[in-house]
């Protein structure tokens, strides 16, 4: 148990620690960036983002995914010559991936720039531009799900680290030079940087080679593929979620705000997730077919990401307004807000992740998609419901509400399909952690500063204090830790 929860902490703190380095470059970024661009930039920059994200959805195949875990079966169980050839299979189809989005990308320029532009105006170079940023979307992920299939987290950790600053030094440098003009060259010189800084590290490994005209190596990858379809068809209802979410919203300047409160609350909110991608996902995957120690798993994740979200978000919430000026611009604190009524939306998400990960190390596609097709379903209308009946505090409290009902959906759902049990011990932790929040989001929303403090700080030490006993306790790694420092 001691053993399962530092393995546990330790690559969470590894990849926090990463994730703590991208938060510093990205309060540098998003100051910068929101002075130069304003709300009304950011909004197009995500707009551009979101066309990315739909087409890469609809071109990746699905192998982000079912790669990695056909890779994590292969490092336990196969041989070198086997994941020598699979790595081959892998990087051929991300290279049609890539050819593809280009593809569709064009074939679809005109209706794109038709659908998402609410001025008018014609991007349709621009779109044409941002073709070639989603050809390195595939290109990275293939080889980011090759690091993590072979269970490389430290190499994925020290990957994310340069990819952090390198962002920093391709985007801003653009935007002063370009202004809103420079949204999308950014994108492609920072799709394309992410994309060969993780090849420099992958080929270290196994040589890029690749057979794009070899029927073997398409018909090695075609399981893959047909397994992946569904992963596909589910990305792509979220990414047109999105879509819809911002046509809906009509204008660039709220976008913007919209897109901001987003990265507030699920960007730096996430960075307890940052080690379950690339660490509980090859290890869930691993286990797929042992129920038991699934639940054990899952809970044990849960566990984990519930006692670190928590004191997070209750910082987040006592001192969101001071954030919110540190990482934008004046006209960013209409979020403040919306974001203390959406971090309910990120707790949720740390009971709910590591349960919905249980279809995809089983490889369950179709359980996944119909799963995830209701949640988007749910959520489109919830935020359409909640932004036109009270603007961005109504979008904060359809964040919370979705994620909500997603929590409970999946919960019934897998627990009926894959025996997926909560543990009381994982429920005694969870409900003292949500009122403690629950008090800091209410005292925080409808007091006043000096009583958002007064009930926040103490719910703030309470929720620090029930995550250091709990890790401390089963934990050798916070034991060695806590050591380390008392000795200094």
Same mark, same amino acid.
């Given at each position: 148990?001691?053993?399962?929860?530092?393995?546990?902490?330790?690559?969470?703190? =590894? /990849?926090?620690?990463?994730?703590?380095?991208?938060?510093?470059?990205?309060?540098?970024?998003?100051?910068?960036?929101?002075?130069?661009?304003?709300?009304?930039?950011?909004?197009v920059?995500?707009?551009?983002?979101?066309?990315?994200?739909?087409?890469?959805?609809?071109? !990746?195949?699905?192998?982000?995914?079912?790669?990695? *875990?056909? #890779?994590?079966?292969?490092?336990?169980?196969?041989?070198?010559?086997?994941?020598?050839? /699979?790595?081959?299979?892998?990087?051929?189809?991300?290279?049609?991936?890539?050819?593809?989005?280009?593809?569709?990308c064009?074939?679809?320029?005109?209706?794109v !720039?038709?659908?998402?532009?609410?001025?008018?105006?014609?991007?349709?170079?621009?779109?044409?531009?941002?073709? /070639?940023?989603?050809?390195?979307?595939?290109?990275?992920?293939?080889? $980011?799900?090759?690091?993590?299939?072979?269970?490389?987290?430290?190499?994925?950790?020290?990957?994310?680290?340069?990819?952090?600053?390198?962002?920093?030094l391709?985007?801003?440098?653009?935007?002063?030079?370009?202004?809103?003009?420079?949204?999308?060259?950014?994108?492609?010189?920072?799709?394309?940087?992410?994309?060969?800084?993780?090849?420099?590290?992958?080929?270290r490994?196994?040589?890029?080679?690749?057979?794009?005209?070899?029927?073997?190596?398409?018909?090695?990858?075609?399981?893959?593929? *047909?397994?992946?379809?569904?992963?596909?068809?589910?990305?792509?209802?979220?990414?047109?979620?999105t879509?819809?979410?911002?046509?809906?919203?009509?204008?660039?300047?709220?976008?913007?705000?919209?897109?901001?409160? /987003?990265?507030?609350?699920?960007?730096?909110?996430?960075?307890?997730?940052?080690?379950?991608?690339?660490?509980?996902?090859?290890?869930?995957?691993?286990?797929?077919?042992?129920?038991?120690?699934m639940?054990?798993?899952?809970?044990?994740?849960?566990?984990?990401?519930?006692?670190?979200?928590?004191?997070?978000?209750?910082?987040?919430?006592?001192?969101?307004?001071?954030?919110?000026?540190l990482?934008?611009?004046?006209?960013?604190?209409?979020?403040?807000?919306?974001?203390? $009524?959406?971090?309910?939306?990120?707790?949720?998400?740390?009971?709910?992740?590591?349960?919905?990960?249980?279809?995809?190390?089983?490889?369950?596609?179709?359980?996944?998609?119909?799963?995830?097709c209701?949640?988007?379903?749910?959520?489109?209308?919830i935020?359409y419901?909640?932004?036109?009946? !009270?603007?961005?505090?109504?979008?904060?409290?359809?964040?919370?509400?979705?994620?909500?009902?997603?929590?409970?959906? =999946?919960?019934?759902?897998?627990?009926?399909?894959?025996?997926?049990?909560?543990?009381?011990?994982?429920?005694? #932790?969870?409900?003292?952690?949500?009122?403690?929040?629950?008090?800091?989001v209410?005292?925080?929303?409808?007091?006043?500063?000096?009583?958002?403090?007064?009930?926040?700080?103490?719910?703030? $030490?309470?929720?620090?204090?029930?995550?250091?006993?709990?890790?401390?306790r089963?934990?050798?790694?916070?034991?060695r830790?806590?050591?380390?420092?008392?000795?200094?």
């Open positions: 148990m001691q053993d399962n929860y530092g393995h546990v902490l330790k690559y969470t703190g =590894i /990849f926090g620690g990463v994730q703590g380095l991208k938060i510093l470059m990205d309060v540098v970024r998003n100051k910068l960036t929101s002075i130069i661009l304003g709300a009304f930039g950011i909004g920059n995500g707009i551009f983002q979101n066309i990315a994200d739909n087409v890469y959805s609809a071109t !990746n195949f699905g192998l982000s995914f079912s790669c990695v *875990r056909r #890779l994590s079966e292969l490092f336990e169980e196969g041989t070198e010559d086997e994941l020598r050839d /699979f790595v081959r299979v892998i990087r051929t189809w991300c290279l049609w991936s890539a050819l593809l989005s280009v593809c569709v064009l074939c679809l320029l005109p209706i !720039n038709d659908f998402y532009f609410h001025s008018g105006d014609d991007h349709r170079w621009e779109i044409v531009l941002l073709s /070639f940023f989603v050809a390195a979307l595939p290109i990275e992920a293939g080889e $980011c799900a090759i690091l993590k299939g072979l269970r490389r987290l430290r190499t994925v950790a020290t990957v994310e680290a340069t990819i952090v600053v390198t962002t920093l391709t985007t801003v440098p653009v935007y002063f030079l370009l202004g809103v003009r420079g949204v999308v060259l950014s994108l492609l010189l920072g799709g394309w940087a992410k994309a060969l800084i993780h090849l420099y590290y992958t080929v490994i196994y040589p890029y080679k690749v057979s794009p005209l070899s029927t073997d190596m398409l018909r090695a990858g075609w399981p893959l593929v *047909r397994v992946g379809i569904p992963y596909v068809l589910a990305a792509v209802a979220g990414a047109m979620t879509s819809f979410v911002y046509k809906s919203l009509h204008d660039e300047a709220v976008i913007g705000l919209y897109k901001a409160c /987003f990265a507030l609350i699920v960007t730096y909110a996430g960075m307890v997730f940052v080690a379950v991608e690339a660490d509980y996902f090859p290890r869930l995957s691993s286990v797929n077919h042992d129920r038991q120690r639940n054990h798993l899952i809970n044990q994740q849960i566990d984990v990401c519930v006692l670190l979200m928590a004191p997070l978000l209750i910082v987040l919430v006592l001192f969101m307004p001071w954030i919110v000026q990482l934008y611009a004046s006209e960013f604190v209409a979020i403040v807000p919306m974001a203390q $009524c959406a971090v309910f939306y990120m707790f949720f998400k740390a009971i709910t992740t590591p349960i919905a990960y249980a279809p995809l190390a089983k490889g369950h596609s179709m359980v996944y998609l119909v799963m995830e209701i949640y988007n379903i749910v959520f489109l209308s935020m419901y909640g932004y036109h009946k !009270n603007g961005l505090v109504g979008a904060g409290l359809a964040f919370s509400a979705a994620a909500l009902f997603d929590l409970l959906l =999946i919960g019934l759902v897998y627990g009926c399909c894959y025996g997926y049990r909560m543990r009381m011990a994982t429920l005694s #932790l969870i409900l003292p952690q949500s009122l403690l929040l629950l008090s800091a209410v005292s925080a929303f409808v007091g006043s500063p000096w009583l958002a403090f007064g009930i926040g700080l103490p719910c703030l $030490c309470a929720s620090v204090a029930i995550t250091w006993r709990f890790l401390s089963e934990s050798q790694f916070v034991q830790l806590s050591h380390l420092f008392l000795r200094r």
